[in-house]
């Protein structure tokens, strides 16, 4: 670990301040887990007293074994180039998480993806409730319980006189006759 | 007396400030904006969800097309992204050839800026040059890789085909070409009263908010700051060439065109160097049977630089053969919404796109 001083430093400087767990997972790369409750605090400690003054991102895993979603900021130092990256979990069931657009602005645009791509509420976010889907009513899309290929079964239709060619292997072998090769039949979608 | 009144008018989705849809909602007294409000939803492709449900490989064909005028950072930085999950190792010689393909990728994109950029402030002449030339670029590609735009060509352990016969004698020649056209692009564009005018004092970022609102690339070096992910977290062969990362003052429209200006040189610096210093040896680190492949679980967040700026992707592996799930950070992410959104109120309805432009904002980044 002596070849990373200045990624000990910060973590341990956290862990002073904080309940957090965490790692130096490499060079300039520092990762620790907090509950939610403490990520904004977290966040404001490392943007106003370690100079962690950029957001690099915010992301969103749905874990749906553990019924959980995880979101992970990623925040950068421009002066050390260190990275830190913060990750907390939600319950799938009540997923509200705090709103962090007063520390960085650009956090508006993730939270309001989230909202509507996750289901994820921020409590006193600002913004237009539709950003990228107009008209949803289906559950979020980028849950994985939501079947893509099934909505687009569900909501589309059939152009007239294709209804039997849905697969298109079996409809090419059955019009021209050939035979499917074995390699593509391994490989199918399905 | 004038009157003045406000109104609200709707910018787009198709207009010559950007590739691709998307509008900005003004609200205008006279000719000057008040209020702007950047909305998207015109492109969702739902890459992100489609990529969840194919494997490791597959992957490629939707992530190059994340973004149009740029879709190699995309495959370099989700190849990189998947190496560091795995842990595998790249061959010297396929990190150079890496580092040619993104800078001639940097280059067609610098093409089609001066297209956009000059286009937007009435100047079309030079758009008709700069795409015409960008084909000598398209065309090393196709030597390359078989395709003009979209290549798939770096592949997680290295890149696909090694240097065709031939090819780099021709890089060469299209390199010594295009530094003497840059002569003639930036009479035309820089020594034009109009394009200076226009694009002074127009469309500024202060420089003290500019790194805590996000904002990243040439518009942050236009700023004064010198950022490059190439040589803050260097990757591939960048840390053993030499280059300088260009900066000016100001933060308006003129700085960010300087710097896009002097960049064109350097990468084209850069590819001479790599050619000069290519190494021979392996160009592939072979992966195993991309149908039965896995990939080790854990998370990984690699950055590149792109034209437009820093690009990242956050990729989780849950230790299957399909990614868990792949989120891009794209340029476009902070430049098109939040920053547009604050630098636009003061401006003049006719310097809307032209500053678009000069953000270099792609919206299918914002919308995966």
Known sequence: ?190 | MIREQETTLYLGPQHPGITGNMMVKLKVKGDTVIKAETHVGYLHRAFEKLIENRNWLQSFTLLCRFCVPEPDPMELTYARAVEQLEGREVPERAKYIRTIVSELARIQSFLLWYGGQSGSSGLYTLGQWSVGDRNYILDLFEDLTGARIYHMYMWPGGVRRDLPEGWIDKAYKTMDYLEKRLTDYNQLLFDNAIFQKRAQGVGIIPKDKAIEWGVVGAPLRGTGIKHDVRIDEPYEAYDQLKFVVPTYEGGDVWARALVRRDEIKQSISIIRQALDKLPGGSYYNRIPNPMKWTVPAGEAWVKTESVRGEIGFYVVSDGSNKPRRVHLKGAAYAHGVSVLEKILPGQNIADVSFILNSLGVCPPEIER
């Not at chain 1, 939270?111 to 006193?124: T, Y």
């Not at chain 1, 909501?155 to 209804?163: A, D, I, L, V, Y």
């Not at chain 1, 390699?183 to 979608?189: E, G, L, V």
Request: proline share 4%; hydrophobic share 35%.
């Open chain 1, 1 to 190: 670990m002596s070849n990373f001083k200045k990624e000990t430093k910060i973590l341990k400087s956290l862990k002073d301040v904080f309940e957090i767990k965490g790692s130096v997972k490499s060079d300039k790369r520092i990762s620790i887990k907090a509950d939610k409750k403490n990520v904004s605090s977290i966040l404001l400690f490392l943007k106003n007293q370690k100079g962690f003054i950029h957001l690099n991102h915010i992301s969103c895993v749905d874990w749906i074994e553990q019924n959980e979603f995880e979101l992970v900021y990623i925040v950068w130092n421009p002066k050390t180039r260190l990275t830190v990256m913060v990750h907390t979990r939600i319950k799938r069931d009540e997923p509200v998480m705090e709103n962090i657009d007063t520390i960085w602005d650009q956090a508006n645009t993730y939270e309001r993806e989230f909202r509507e791509m996750f289901g994820i509420e921020f409590p006193g976010l600002i913004g237009a409730k539709e950003f990228i889907l107009e008209d949803w009513d289906n559950i979020p899309p980028m849950r994985k319980d939501f079947n893509s290929q099934q909505y687009a079964i569900d909501t589309f239709s059939t152009r007239p006189g294709r209804e039997n060619a849905q697969n298109v292997r079996e409809a090419i072998q059955k019009r021209s006759g050939e035979e499917i090769p074995d390699f593509a039949k391994k490989y199918s979608r399905d």
